[in-house]
């Protein structure tokens, strides 16, 4: 079975590269039409509930179920969602959760291990039940934060969390044919359903 992880297409704040986390940000009009149609409609597509991540899901697979899975959304930054790092360089608690590589819980959000724990317990559901009814692939539509938690926790080859962040529109092709044995997934490809790239 083919495993598709897909991440959504560009945001106003993914331009100016502000941590937007569980905040419901759209898509912004030049990320709208920078995304293409894949080209192929798979039955069902899961998503995060989040617009931008739906509304990716619309254009490239219009012709496909979506359904939303609440755990796949992205990491709630906390204070932090709605500025970016050069807004935040002066701010202690920013200035502290960067000191620990970013893994300590944002205040008032979660932490990396927390938020990874939840989006892998709800992409191994999904991959386990879809392996159990014999699908030959599982599409899911979901963030940046998403990726990384998965393929890096269950991915070869072994990367760390940060090289996992596909760009806007792009994600991986994954083959679980290791799972049952050793609950690991293969990389076999990279996809990006943008107009610019063709992959």
């Not at 709800?122 to 990384?148: D, P, W």
């Amino acid at each position: 079975m083919k495993v598709y992880l897909l991440r959504h297409g560009l945001t106003a704040y993914n331009a100016v590269k502000k941590y937007q986390g569980t905040r419901d940000i759209p898509l912004c009009p030049e990320g709208r039409a920078a995304l293409r149609c894949a080209g192929w409609d798979p039955e069902t597509v899961y998503v995060s509930p989040l617009s931008r991540a739906v509304d990716t899901a619309r254009v490239l697979f219009p012709n496909s179920q979506l359904v939303p899975v609440p755990d796949l959304r992205e990491m709630c930054f906390g204070i932090f969602e709605g500025r970016n790092y050069i807004e935040m360089e002066r701010d202690p608690d920013y200035i502290a959760w960067v000191g620990e590589d970013c893994r300590g819980r944002c205040p008032g959000g979660e932490s990396r291990d927390e938020f990874s724990d939840r989006t892998c317990a709800a992409f191994v559901q999904l991959l386990e039940e879809a392996l159990a009814a014999g699908k030959n692939e599982l599409v899911i539509m979901a963030h940046g934060g998403t990726q990384m938690a998965v393929m890096e926790r269950y991915a070869e080859p072994r990367r760390d969390y940060y090289e996992w962040c596909s760009g806007n529109g792009a994600g991986y092709v994954l083959d679980a044919d290791d799972w049952a044995a050793r609950r690991t997934l293969r990389l076999v490809g990279e996809v990006c359903y943008t107009k610019e790239e063709t992959r």
